[in-house]
């Protein structure tokens, strides 16, 4: 079992070892932490069904926790654009989704996307377009890939894109914490300090994980790089994610961690959910901005229907959608991360 594994392992058990016996935690700083009384709506899907394009739903049996496939979205029975993006932003798919369904009629309840980490896209890529979660495997190779502008050129550039890289919004860092803030987090600097528990993106597999390297090291030098990605996760005062999307607000209000660096946007999005989540803001000297950018899939299926979504994620209707959760628009010859 490797280190991650038994971090998350241990954090698991404690979770539900709290909720089996209403037990009372403390922190290493002797912080006390009461954790939350189970609830539903703690866990995903959080879209409560309107990230789901299928116009045919059938039997709906989605059970939070135990029986949910929140990154999934839409029919595999004869999609005609499959999109594969970078998961940080899939709250705002379902509205992109609509809006580009009303231009385009003839494409209503036939879109299929997948928002996982760019990195594990890329791997099922390379295993066949195909998935499994849980006990269901599933096939949809892609029309469309969308990541940061740097993984969609290396991926060009591998022969698995089709040129141009198209650049449409950016992105900026924040802190993500529990709702009232227990760790008393006020910025980068705080996330080295002993005590203070965190929830980060693996570097293995999750791109944001560059950036917010890059943000430490501006904040307090590799020192404080390696506090957060090397020290705590020995130590297990930092749990690395598989998909931080869904786990670091999650952890966060389970009360496993007193912080987690994501994008800004996720954070903007779990608090007009009305989740117990709040935000410390990352000053711009110390903060890292990505480009998103989408490009077509070599040999895709639906290259028409995939160059038509590519061109309306630049175009006014999507960037008002995207401002909402605080992207701005990129320019389209963008040449940052």
């Known amino acids: 079992m490797n280190l991650h594994s038994k971090s998350l392992l241990a954090a698991v058990m404690c979770v539900l070892g709290a909720v089996a016996f209403g037990t009372v935690q403390a922190t290493e700083t002797g912080r006390p932490v009461t954790p939350p009384k189970y ?102 190779p892609p029309d469309v890939y969308a990541a940061g502008l740097k993984k969609v050129k ?8 089709v040129a141009p890289a198209v650049p449409y919004v950016t992105n900026d860092l924040t802190i993500m914490v529990p709702k009232g803030n227990p760790g008393h987090v006020t910025g980068l600097a705080d996330l080295g300090k002993p005590g203070v528990r965190l929830v980060m993106p693996n570097p293995a597999w999750e791109g944001v994980a560059r950036q917010i390297e ?65 935000h410390v803001d990352i000053p711009a000297r110390y903060n890292t901005t990505a480009v ?11 290259p028409a229907a995939g160059k038509l979504w590519i061109q309306f994620l630049r175009s006014p209707t999507a960037l008002k959608i995207f401002e909402r959760y605080g992207f701005k628009a990129a320019p389209i010859n963008a040449t940052k991360e």
Not at 154 to 161: D, P, V
Not at 227 to 245: P, R, S
Not at 296 to 302: D, E
Request: net charge negative; no cysteine.
């Open 39 to 140: 609830s539903e709506t703690l866990y995903p899907p959080w879209s409560k069904g309107e990230n789901n394009p299928a116009l045919h739903k059938g039997l709906e049996f989605t059970i939070p926790e135990v029986d949910s496939m929140p990154d999934f979205h839409g029919s595999v029975n004869d999609p005609k654009l499959v999109i594969y993006v970078g998961g940080n932003y899939y709250f705002a798919m379902g509205p992109l989704v609509k809006a580009f369904e009303a231009e385009h009629p003839e494409l209503r309840g036939r879109i299929f996307y997948v928002t996982i980490p760019p990195g594990l896209l890329i791997k099922a890529m390379d295993m066949g377009n195909t998935f499994t979660s849980g006990n269901m495997t599933f096939t949809v």
């Open 292 to 302: 998103y950018a989408a490009a077509l899939v070599k040999g895709a299926a639906h």
């Open 214 to 278: 890059a943000s430490l090291r501006k904040a307090g030098g590799v020192a404080l790089e390696q506090a957060v990605y090397e020290t705590k996760v020995k130590n297990g005062e930092t749990i690395l994610t598989h998909i931080h999307h869904r786990q670091t607000p999650l952890f966060l209000m389970q009360g496993l961690g007193d912080a987690g660096v994501t994008w800004k946007s996720e954070a903007i999005f779990q608090e007009e959910a009305g989740h117990p989540i709040a």
């Open 154 to 161: 290396e991926q060009i550039a591998a022969g698995k894109l």
